[in-house]
């Protein structure tokens, strides 16, 4: 995993996350989050991470066809930057396995921090050296893309699920953890946090 270029989870490199542990425990209290939906999210990493390419084919489809969001991923000259796409498509891969399955821990807090930071000025397109034109990603646009990120990984979760596993929870516990993610991800956004 580490050979990934960028890839720094658990890495000295990332910065300390402002966000304390008992903070992550009232937030996750807050989502109703259970020890049925830690099960199921782990369940749903064992389904959802072998086919991380296809995913990642319906959503980069999602913002290649979308002006607004694609346009984030902008070089030099205002188009779309392949090479840029290229090397985040490597990590969001990644994501997708430590979304369900990693430890809920500080290692796992400061990687949220260090993606946050690479989604607003402070560090979007430094990992990959890009000369963008496109300083941050609207924070309104990383709320709203919990819905397409949730929604489309259920054929992804049914095609693969055996006789005991429950659909409904993988969805609830993925559903979950992606609204943790993106309500992490919006703090060094927002006042008042
Ligand atoms: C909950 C919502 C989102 C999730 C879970 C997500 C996930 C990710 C992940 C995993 C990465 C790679 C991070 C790394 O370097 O390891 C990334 C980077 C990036 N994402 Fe998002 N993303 C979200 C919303 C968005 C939206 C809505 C846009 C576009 C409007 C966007 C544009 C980007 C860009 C441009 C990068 C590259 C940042 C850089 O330069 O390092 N993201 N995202």
């Known amino acids: 995993m580490t050979q990934v270029p960028g890839y720094s989870y658990g890495s000295p490199e990332n910065t300390t996350s402002p966000v304390s542990l008992t903070d992550l ?3 996750k209290a807050t989502l109703l989050w ?7 999210r782990r369940r749903a990493g064992e389904l959802l991470t072998p086919q991380a390419e296809d995913i990642l084919d319906v959503w980069y ?3 290649g066809s979308s002006p607004h969001l694609v346009s984030t991923f902008s070089g030099a000259d205002g188009q779309p930057d392949g090479d840029y796409l290229a090397a985040v498509r490597r990590r969001f891969a990644l994501w997708i396995h430590d979304t369900c399955s990693r430890d809920l821990d500080q290692a796992w807090l400061d990687q949220q921090h260090e993606i ?3 989604h607003t000025a402070a ?4 990992t990959d050296g890009v000369n963008s034109t496109s300083a941050e990603v609207p924070l309104r646009y990383l709320v709203a893309f919990i819905v397409p ?17 429950d659909v409904a929870a993988m969805m609830t516990a993925w559903f979950k953890a992606i609204t ?3 309500t992490l991800w919006s703090q ?3 006042d008042g946090w």
């Not at 259970?34 to 199921?40: I, L, T």
């Open 25 to 27: 425990d009232q937030l």
């Open 34 to 40: 259970s020890d049925d939906d830690e099960r199921w």
């Open 61 to 63: 489809g999602f913002v």
């Open 116 to 118: 946050a930071l690479r």
């Open 123 to 126: 560090k979007k397109s430094a």
């Open 149 to 165: 990120l949730t929604v489309t990984v259920e054929p992804f979760l049914s095609s693969k699920a055996g006789p005991d596993d």
């Open 180 to 182: 943790l993610t993106a």
């Open 188 to 190: 060094p956004y927002a």
